[in-house]
């Protein structure tokens, strides 16, 4: 499986982006895809996870409400809607893609990740 994510950028606070990641190769082995983010000097965290066939999707509490995650099955594409963007959302989001029903906060249960996309929300 391969991943693509792009549509990072630089945003004020308030505004909105929307990151997509495509995948492609073995996509039906793929149960669950997540977003994650490093910002500068921490840690890699997750924000967001939707199982595979439009299934349960997970947010981390701090972006719930702002952030959406969805999935076009047609496109094998993946995307995260992020609305009233805050300067602490300033991080490079990465896409990952997970072929089991592991933990989705464990950025170790998902076996495929994309290269990564920078968010900065500044004014």
């Known amino acids: 499986v391969q991943l693509q994510a792009f549509g990072g950028g630089l945003v004020q606070p308030g505004g909105s982006l929307r990151l997509s990641c495509a995948a492609s190769?073995?996509?039906?082995?793929?149960?669950?895809m997540g977003w994650f983010r490093q910002p500068p000097g921490g840690e890699r965290d997750f924000v967001a996870a939707?199982?595979?066939?439009?299934?349960?999707?997970y947010y981390l509490d701090s972006v719930k409400g702002r952030f959406t995650i969805s999935e076009d099955n047609a496109k094998n594409t993946v995307y995260l809607q992020m609305n009233n963007l805050k300067p602490e959302d300033t991080a490079i989001y990465y896409c990952?893609?997970?072929?089991?029903?592991?933990?989705?906060?464990?950025?170790?249960?998902?076996?495929?990740w994309g290269q990564g996309t920078l968010v900065t929300v500044s004014s």
């Open positions: 190769g073995l996509t039906r082995s793929i149960f669950r």
């Open positions: 939707i199982n595979s066939n439009m299934g349960s999707t």
């Open positions: 990952a893609a997970a072929t089991y029903n592991g933990k989705y906060v464990r950025s170790t249960s998902y076996a495929y």
